[in-house]
């Protein structure tokens, strides 16, 4: 499981001090991409060298209690399924400490070709870098 640390700044929140609901995503979409880098990719240049994106093609949230302004919290990140073109993840936001659960998420992405915008295959090494970690 990938941990990227995140603090609530006062841009996240809305006016009652909690994390706008819209914002939970955006913590996941960070957590992706670092997890992705973690593994030695890097989404620009997946797309420069290999002409592939990815798309996300499903979210299902589940909002369980309010992160408010200045916390201190863990992004999630575990593989569900690899697929030929896709990738489900399980995510999770928690308190530092992770004990607490804020948030659920389950994401599925697909590889997409850059110039076609279909799906394509996961690069190779990516499945295997995947299976291994």
Avoid at 1 to 11: G, N, S, T
Wanted: hydrophobic content about 45%; charged content about 25%; overall charge neutral.
């Amino acid at each position: 499981m990938f941990r990227l640390p995140v603090r609530v700044y006062y841009e996240d929140t809305d006016s009652g001090g909690v994390v706008y609901h819209a914002n939970h995503i955006r913590f996941f979409e960070r957590s992706r991409t670092e997890w992705l880098r973690s593994l030695g990719f890097e989404q620009d240049a997946l797309l420069r060298d290999r002409r592939v994106v990815f798309a996300v093609h499903s979210v299902d949230v589940r909002y369980l209690k309010p992160i408010r302004f200045n916390a201190l919290l863990n992004v999630t990140t575990a593989l569900q399924e690899c697929r030929r073109s896709s990738i489900t993840l399980d995510q999770r936001i928690l308190c530092e400490q992770m004990e607490i659960t804020y948030c659920l998420a389950t994401v599925r992405v697909v590889c997409v070709d850059a110039d076609s915008f279909s799906a394509c295959a996961l690069p190779a090494d990516l499945t295997a870098e995947i299976a291994h970690a």
